[in-house]
Structure formats: C-alpha cells, structure tokens
T-cell receptor, first 114, second 112 residues
Framework: EAQVTQNPRYLITVTGKKLTVTCSQNMNHEYMSWYRQDPGLGLRQIYYSMNVEVTDKGDVPEGYKVSRKEKRNFPLILESPSPNQTSLYFC?????????????FGPGTRLTVL | DQQVKQNSPSLSVQEGRISILNCDYTNSMFDYFLWYKKYPAEGPTFLISISSIKDKNEDGRFTVFLNKSAKHLSLHIVPSQPGDSAVYFCAARVQGAQKLVFGQGTRLTINP
C-alpha cells in the first residue's frame, strides 16, 4: 500500500530535550516536505527536500533541522524544543515534476512541549 | 502575510443541500489550485485541482470554480453527504516550483 508513515504519532516532551520525528514514504517520491498545523494558521511549511542530500527552508524553519540521506526517509529534528513548537506536524511527499504537485500526507504527529 | 485565505473557519450545511467553500489568494504567480480534505486524526488527502488557465473543473459531486480577476476560488459539493464533514484546505502551487501554500482551513459539518 502506497503510504507516508510518521513516528511517533503522539509525543509529550519537556523544553530542551532533543527529539526526532521520523517520516518514510514507499512511493519513490523525490519531493518531501514537513508542515505544521496550528489553529487559525493552516498548514505552514517548515522544510522541504527536492531529492537526496537536497534540502531547503520553508516558511517557518526556525528551531528545526532536517536531513535527507535516503530517498524514502526525511526525519524532522528539534534540537532544543520549546513550548511554541507544540503543534500538529505532517510529513508529505510527491513526485518531482508532477503536474500540480499533488502531495501525499502522513497521518500526523501531535507534539506537546512542556 | 497569508497569501491564501479561507475566511470562514466553519460552515454548517444540511444533508442533500449544496456546500460552498471559499478561498481567496493574493499572489498572481500561482499556477494550480488544489483542495484537500482532512478527517480528524488523519493527514490531508487530495480532493480536486484546477489549473489557473481554467475556470471550472468537475469531479463527481465536487466542482471547483476559479475567478482569476477576483483572485477567488470556490469548492461546490452537491449533494452534501454526512461523510463530507471534515476540514477543507485550499492550496496554491507556486509557478515553476513544488511549493504549495495552504489556507487556514474551513470545518464543514453536514447535518442530517
């Protein structure tokens, strides 16, 4: 089954404790992206990757890191989480050069930083 | 600066009637517009798209209309069904890029 998976689905942590949210897709997509969803703000892009070893900042990259060492995986790293990073996070992927960039989303990770 | 705006946070419609969700945008460099649907505890799923050179695209019960002069698009659902209750996001693709810019979302509730 074609899908994007994220782990963990739920996470409660404390300020300053490094964490990683994993994202994996099995569709051989070149493009991957991370979003955060906050009330009243919709989905905002954090980072994206056009292919292996190619990453770039989205609209809200502060406090986040990413890496793309393999095509299927795109982990999101919070080196020192803060309460303002409490949010619902989505990973998405798509084929490079797709007509309108239909992105396939993972199920989401709800993060709470205390 | 919100380039894609959905000004109605919520909408309630009776089953069988038409649901109309609206979206406004400010950037003329968008070349495709998409609608995504999101159920609780799931990721958004693609629903329908429209090219900026078209003014209408239809897929079953779903029709998207684009008014370029007004920088406005709308999603019509006819007839509305209980399973249509979800949050709907409007998104726009930046011309020549993979980037999608999303609106804030509208929560649609279909009442029996």
């Amino acid at each position: 089954e074609a899908q994007v998976t994220q782990n963990p689905r739920y996470l409660i942590t404390v300020t300053g404790k490094k964490l990683t949210v994993t994202c994996s897709q099995n569709m051989n997509h070149e493009y991957m992206s991370w979003y955060r969803q906050d009330p009243g703000l919709g989905l905002r892009q954090i980072y994206y990757s056009m292919n292996v070893e190619v990453t770039d900042k989205g609209d809200v990259p502060e406090g986040y890191k990413v890496s793309r060492k393999e095509k299927r995986n795109f982990p999101l790293i919070l080196e020192s989480p803060s309460p303002n990073q409490t949010s619902l996070y989505f990973c998405a992927s798509s084929l490079a050069g797709s007509l309108y960039n239909e992105q396939f989303f993972g199920p989401g990770t709800r993060l709470t930083v205390l | 600066d919100q380039q894609v705006k959905q000004n109605s946070p919520s909408l309630s419609v009776q089953e069988g009637r038409i649901s109309i969700l609206n979206c406004d945008y400010t950037n003329s460099m968008f070349d495709y517009f998409l609608w995504y649907k999101k159920y609780p505890a799931e990721g958004p799923t693609f629903l329908i798209s429209i090219s900026s050179i078209k003014d209408k695209n239809e897929d079953g019960r779903f029709t998207v209309f684009l008014n370029k002069s007004a920088k406005h698009l709308s999603l019509h659902i006819v007839p509305s069904q209980p399973g249509d209750s979800a949050v709907y996001f409007c998104a726009a693709r930046v011309q020549g890029a993979q980037k999608l810019v999303f609106g804030q979302g509208t929560r649609l509730t279909i009442n029996p």
